[in-house]
């Protein structure tokens, strides 16, 4: 069993930037790849970036290449994601996840995840 708990989002100026955490709790937290999704209002889930197990692998959406980085330290069972020049675009509620595989989260398949936390962007 992973819980998992998100923090780290707030209101920022666009071109600004913030750092999400994800902090897991229960000992296999290296076992599973980790992964972002975030839902703005009226949309559907759109997935964000992944992070293998060990974190020697990363994927990410188009539309955050090059701004957002996914990063994990399993001593701490934290993952992280690092947002750069954030646009009107990118506000929305961010979800940390967990399952076995990238291929999984990027199907959308999640065994958990958080309760999200809120990203603002003013223009």
């Known amino acids: 069993q992973v819980q998992l708990v998100e923090s780290g989002g707030g209101l920022v100026q666009a071109g600004g930037s913030l750092r999400l955490s994800c902090a897991a709790s229960g000992r296999t937290f290296s076992s599973y790849a980790m992964g972002w999704f975030r839902q703005a209002p009226g949309k559907e889930h759109e997935f964000v970036e992944a992070i293998s197990w060990m974190g020697g692998s990363t994927y990410y959406a188009d539309s955050v290449k090059g701004r957002f980085t996914i990063s994990r330290d399993n001593v701490k069972n934290t993952v992280y994601l690092q947002m750069n020049s954030l646009q009107p675009e990118d506000p929305a509620v961010y979800y940390c996840?967990?399952?076995?595989?990238?291929?999984?989260?990027?199907?959308?398949?999640?065994?958990?995840w958080g309760k999200g936390t809120l990203v603002t962007v003013s223009s």
């Open positions: 996840a967990a399952a076995y595989t990238i291929a999984t989260l990027r199907n959308y398949g999640m065994d958990y």
